[in-house]
């Protein structure tokens, strides 16, 4: 893949986020010496390396009632060294789509001969291996985990760290183009490979987000994206006293993790995870709190943004899904840290009143916190895990 070099980073006490870095050529072709010229502006990183990284990665699809047709060919674009982990919500009543949702990715890895594995959120052994490990915070009062996607992508991560993997990428069940699929997971290894320190982030900027009206319109920015940018990079411009439009990612469900920073990170239940990894990073290593981890403050934590050639068409949800379970828990997250100042909250006051999300006298809500996953006893969590392990395989049936 050929990217472009980091042209300018902004810094945040011990936080580096870079601008966002186009993607310039899906295949760079076969390794060669770049001249030293095209070294400044362009990188190049060859194809062995990003499959080294591939291998160190699980990437994740968390999955609610899809669209079986997409959720198949979201599955098929998920690069073959990448372990696949599938976290489902999906109904199991009336039509048990977990099941059908199952027996999907079976015949997938059959012909495919490739690992994957496929979990309920409501699994009831995973719920009794998070309680017996001590980490309660994503169970519900019927003890299984809550419904919510940031609870299937904290189990979700847990998974990877059973499975020892290096790093971990998200990626919604609901994207219309495998091929946007299989660049995403690129331009996660890509980001590690760039990075410096063990503890980084890379988020995936769509190049275009098409919407299908009277003919096709390849938008630029979603509006839930471009109001959560806006707050959050007026946060960014109280503490460094410069105004910036550095974060362009604040909405990014596909995005990356390193496994040492996704358990050190605190997290906000439902849709407000994503901004919430953000506001942690900001109030963790920011420089204006106390810092949450020597180490990780010592090495330093870096967020890449990577501008992807595929433009991303997914499923329409609808407004009140937009303003309701995605802007007001995402914006609540910003205005209810101990970082937002008046400026900052008066501006999300202001958003939601004009989007008619809140009245005027109230207040974004504020976001359900979960622990960071370090507090959880990894080696009982593990040993449960492992004993049900086969039956999580997608190629269980035939062995």
């Known amino acids: 893949m050929r990217i472009e070099s980091t042209r300018y980073t902004e810094c945040l006490g011990s936080v580096r986020i870079n601008d966002v870095q186009q993607v310039l050529e899906l295949d760079s072709g076969r390794a060669k010496e770049l001249p030293p010229q095209e070294n400044i502006a362009v990188q190049k990183i060859e194809e062995d390396v990003i499959k080294d990284f591939e291998e160190k990665?699980?990437?994740?699809?968390?999955?609610?009632?899809?669209?079986l047709k997409l959720f198949e060919g979201v599955v098929s674009g998920v690069p073959h060294e990448c372990l696949l982990i599938v976290v489902s919500n999906s109904q199991r009543r009336r039509v048990d789509r977990f099941?059908?949702?199952?027996?999907?990715?079976?015949?997938?890895?059959?012909?495919?001969?490739?690992?994957?594995?496929?979990?309920?959120?409501?699994?009831?052994?995973?719920?009794r291996a998070l309680a017996e490990a001590g980490y309660t915070d994503i169970l519900g009062e019927d003890g299984?985990?809550?419904?919510?996607?940031?609870?299937?992508?904290?189990?979700?991560?847990?998974?990877?760290?059973?499975?020892?993997k290096d790093f971990v990428?998200?990626?919604?069940?609901?994207?219309?183009?495998?091929?946007?699929?299989?660049?995403?997971?690129r331009c996660y290894a890509t980001g590690?490979?760039?990075?410096?320190?063990?503890?980084?982030?890379?988020?995936?900027?769509?190049?275009?987000?098409?919407?299908?009206?009277?003919?096709m319109f390849f938008k630029r920015w979603g509006r839930v994206s471009e109001i959560t940018n806006r707050c959050m990079n007026s946060l960014i411009s109280s503490k460094t006293g410069f105004e910036t439009e550095i974060?362009?990612?604040?909405?990014a469900g596909e995005h990356a993790m390193s496994l040492r920073l996704a358990e050190i990170l605190t997290y906000a239940s439902g849709y407000a995870v994503e901004p919430q990894e953000l506001i942690s990073i900001f109030e963790g290593f920011g420089g204006v709190l106390p810092m949450a981890n020597p180490t990780a403050a010592k090495h330093g934590v870096e967020i890449f943004q990577t501008e992807t050639r595929n433009p991303h068409l997914h499923?329409?949800?609808?407004?009140?899904?937009?303003?309701?379970?995605?802007?007001?828990?995402?914006?609540?997250?910003?205005?209810?840290?101990?970082?937002?100042?008046?400026?900052?909250?008066q501006l999300i006051i202001n958003e939601l009143l004009q989007q008619n999300a809140i009245q005027p006298d109230e207040e974004p809500p504020k976001p359900r916190l979960i622990t960071p996953l370090r507090a959880i006893n990894l080696k009982k969590f593990t040993a449960v895990m492992t004993e049900h392990m086969n039956s999580y395989s997608a190629l269980e049936e035939e062995e």
């Open 57 to 67: 990665m699980a990437i994740v699809i968390p999955t609610k009632d899809e669209k």
């Open 99 to 127: 099941r059908m949702e199952k027996d999907a990715l079976n015949q997938f890895c059959h012909f495919t001969r490739r690992e994957a594995l496929i979990i309920h959120q409501k699994d009831p052994v995973l719920a």
């Open 144 to 164: 299984l985990i809550r419904d919510g996607k940031a609870e299937g992508m904290l189990a979700a991560i847990l998974l990877a760290m059973v499975a020892k």
């Open 169 to 185: 990428g998200f990626i919604d069940a609901d994207n219309y183009f495998p091929g946007a699929v299989w660049e995403y997971a």
């Open 192 to 215: 590690f490979c760039m990075a410096k320190s063990a503890y980084s982030m890379v988020r995936v900027l769509w190049r275009y987000k098409p919407k299908i009206s009277a003919g």
């Open 247 to 251: 974060i362009k990612t604040g909405n």
């Open 315 to 345: 499923e329409e949800r609808g407004g009140r899904h937009l303003l309701v379970e995605m802007l007001l828990p995402g914006l609540g997250s910003i205005y209810h840290s101990p970082l937002c100042e008046k400026e900052t909250k």
